[in-house]
């Protein structure tokens, strides 16, 4: 089967749990139409470039696919008609990518950077260079 990579973005007024409610339907949508879902990442509440439909973040979540074409169309038929779903692009793709997608390396990154600057919690304080003045 072919393999595919489909993100959509989900509007940001929505909890978590019903951004995962919405990644478990396409989910469903996927395996009730003879394909699987390889890998499902979330990337969370993001900003996005310019205002699509009043909001200005989305909830990021991304699904790695070995489904067969209908299985794909359904899928873009159904979120065509979720509200909840602002924006989708579904690729094919020749072989799907191991481990964390790029987006995701992205994220340890900034983390390890910021664990190697520290907490700065050995600058002082704003009240400690009050007292040094006086």
Do not use: C
């Not at 990644?23 to 993001?46: F, S």
């Not at 489904?67 to 020749?94: G, H, M, Y």
């Amino acid at each position: 089967m072919p393999l595919y990579e489909h993100v959509f973005l989900a509007r940001q007024d929505l909890a978590q749990a019903q951004v995962d409610a919405l990644a478990e339907n396409a989910t469903k949508i996927i395996t009730d139409n003879g394909g699987k879902v390889v890998k499902t990442e979330t990337w969370g509440l993001r900003s996005l470039a310019y205002r699509i439909a009043k909001n200005r973040k989305a909830h990021y979540v991304a699904l790695d696919l070995d489904a067969p074409a209908a299985a794909i169309a359904e899928l873009e038929r159904q979120s065509n008609i979720n509200e909840d779903v602002i924006r989708f692009l579904t690729i094919r793709v020749d072989e799907l990518e191991k481990g964390p997608s790029a987006m995701m390396r992205r994220g340890e990154k900034e983390r390890e950077r910021r664990s190697e600057r520290g907490d700065r919690d050995d600058r002082p304080s704003f009240r400690a260079r009050e007292e040094e003045v006086e």
